[in-house]
């Protein structure tokens, strides 16, 4: 995590992220709890950029910009995007949420950089087989950080193969994940 944004990246932020759709009618909901998201104030999000990873991008034609990646109520706001992961610049926002005619979207006039990992920092990226992106539609799974996320919310994809496989093709695993047991049926056969 670097103190510092370059002026560059925070410009990027700001053109690339102004105006994303959030969707329609029903609100924003949470992406960790599922709970409707206080829009009324700012809004914590988390975004990612593609760097190094021309693999997966070519494979699932991903634009060469920054892209949301996940929306947080109050309740599951955090302070920094730990582990990070190489290859991918991260960072935690806040942002306004607008609405138009029943439509929500990004507003990033008054953006705020809470935590930025430079894309040539962190842990070496998880091996995600193309199937799991494609299941899953979720980017995201390329870092370190929404791995570790999966696995402290418990999401169901956590006791399917995908996690496991993750974990074990993996050349380097973050002892924050090293530390979670995607089987908790193997911790009662010992």
Known sequence: MTDSVPETVRDALVSDLHGESLGTDTGVKCDFCG???DITSSVQYEALHLTDLDGVKNALGVPDMWLLDGVRCGDCEIEAIEPETDGIEEALLVVSVAEANGVYSVDTTDLEIVSFSPGDEGYYPPVVPLQAFLEQVDVGMARWHR??????????????NPIKQI???????PSSIAAFDPDPASDQAH
């Open 35 to 37: 709970s409707l998201v």
């Open 147 to 160: 791995i570790r996320e999966l696995l402290e919310f418990g999401d169901e994809i956590v006791t399917t």
């Open 167 to 173: 974990l074990s093709n993996s050349l380097e695993i």
